[in-house]
Structures are given as structure tokens and as C-alpha cells.
T-cell receptor, first 111, second 113 residues
Framework: GESVGLHLPTLSVQEGDNSIINCAYS??????FIWYKQESGKGPQFIID?????DKRQGQRVTVLLNKTVKHLSLQIAATQPGDSAVYFC??????????FGSGTRLLVRP | DGGITQSPKYLFRKEGQNVTLSCEQN?????MYWYRQDPGQGLRLIYY???????QKGDIAEGYSVSREKKESFPLTVTSAQKNPTAFYLC????????????FGPGTRLTVT
């Protein structure tokens, strides 16, 4: 079946360090993946997406890596800042037009 | 400003009452979605709508109903048949159903006692 999971529920990093948030997916036919950031009590915000014909995509301070061989997705945040503290979700395009969301990783940035 | 609005931010109801959550968007998006989020969990799809006057059940539609009479509006009714209605409800939209980047509203936290 389709499922998206995360390796770590909570990630704590020092301000200024790089953060890596991981995500595993099970549907090898998935062709689109997306990362969202959700701050407490708010709706998710789009961060970056990637299609399966790419291995890497970069945005502002963020990079998404896709390893189709092991069905693994990661979000890298460079020079993590206090404002990056949030829950991060990965999602994959499931059957029909649905996005399948993982349970999220909480990122805590230590000053 | 273009965006998605949900109201109210917090909603309290007694068990056995139906309640309707509002979702409005001025992004001119065709597709709209409703998700439910429980503490420490991801988002689960309740209903979605590709265009006006059309909507489809998501993964957890039981106990919920929707309408899509206008492009801008996609209200969700939580009925008394929903066994565990207390949750954070999120509305989203996308330019069309085939474009997967969805934009989310701020959410409504519903508490039923």
C-alpha cells in the first residue's frame, strides 16, 4: 500500500548548524514529493517539491534529495535559524490526485 | 492579499450538534480540499473538490459533508455521526487537481464536549 513515514519524530539542532530531516516512502510508483513546514497552531506552508525525474532540488537555504533506489527523501536546511523551529511534513502523490502525508518531524533549534 | 481563510479559528460545540466550518479562497483555484489533523499526526484527507458542483470522498469522509456551490467556497459540515470530531481542520486549494502544490489555510480547531 501507500505510506509515508519519518525516521525521527524530533530533531534538535544548534542554531547555525545544518539540519537534515528524513522521510521514507513505500510506493515506488510515486512521481512527486513535497515538503511542508507547519508552525504551532498554523496551516502547513509549502517549502519545496521534487519530481521523480530529479535527484536534487535546491531552494533558498533548503535542498531536497530524492533517492529512488531506497525510496528515501530528505530535506536539508542550511544554517538553521530559530525561525526554522516547526514540524516538517513530507508528502507523496498517491493514487488519483491525493497527497499522502507523513506524521511529521519536529525540529527544535537550540540558541 | 490572496489566500485562504478559515473561520473561526476556535470552535466549541456540544456533542450531538452539527457544525459547519468555513473555507474561502481568492486565489481563483479550481481544486479545494479538507484535511483533518490529530495531535502528533499527519494530515488525513476528508473530501476534495476538483471544480464547482463536484466533490469526492477522501480517506475519512464518514460523518462529514461538503458543498461546492461557488468556486471560492468549500464549507465542511461535521455531523453528529462523526465519532471523534475534536481535531484541527485544515482547508487547502490548488490551481487545479493535477497540480499537487496545495496552499493551506490557517486551520480551525474544533472541540466537541
Amino acid at each position: 500500500g501507500e505510506s509515508v513515514g519519518l525516521h525521527l519524530p524530533t530533531l534538535s539542532v544548534q542554531e547555525g548548524d545544518n539540519s537534515i530531516i528524513n522521510c521514507a516512502y513505500s510506493n515506488s510508483a510515486s512521481d512527486y514529493f513535497i515538503w511542508y513546514k507547519q508552525e504551532s497552531g498554523k496551516g502547513p506552508q509549502f517549502i519545496i517539491d521534487i519530481r521523480s525525474n530529479m535527484d536534487k532540488r535546491q531552494g533558498q537555504r533548503v535542498t531536497v534529495l530524492l533517492n529512488k533506489t531506497v525510496k528515501h527523501l530528505s530535506l536539508q536546511i542550511a544554517a538553521t535559524q530559530p525561525g526554522d523551529s516547526a514540524v516538517y511534513f513530507c508528502a507523496e502523490k498517491g493514487s488519483s490526485y491525493k497527497l499522502i502525508f507523513g506524521s511529521g518531524t519536529r525540529l527544535l533549534v537550540r540558541p | 492579499d490572496g489566500g485562504i481563510t478559515q473561520s473561526p479559528k476556535y470552535l466549541f460545540r456540544k456533542e450531538g450538534q452539527n457544525v459547519t466550518l468555513s473555507c474561502e479562497q481568492n486565489l481563483n483555484h479550481d481544486a479545494m480540499y479538507w484535511y483533518r489533523q490529530d495531535p502528533g499526526q499527519g494530515l488525513r484527507l476528508i473530501y476534495y473538490s476538483q471544480i464547482v458542483n463536484d466533490f469526492q470522498k477522501g480517506d475519512i469522509a464518514e460523518g462529514y459533508s461538503v458543498s461546492r456551490e461557488k468556486k471560492e467556497s468549500f464549507p465542511l459540515t461535521v455531523t453528529s455521526a462523526q465519532k471523534n470530531p475534536t481535531a484541527f481542520y485544515l482547508c487547502a486549494s490548488s490551481r487545479d487537481i493535477s497540480l499537487y502544490e496545495q496552499y493551506f489555510g490557517p486551520g480551525t480547531r474544533l472541540t466537541v464536549t
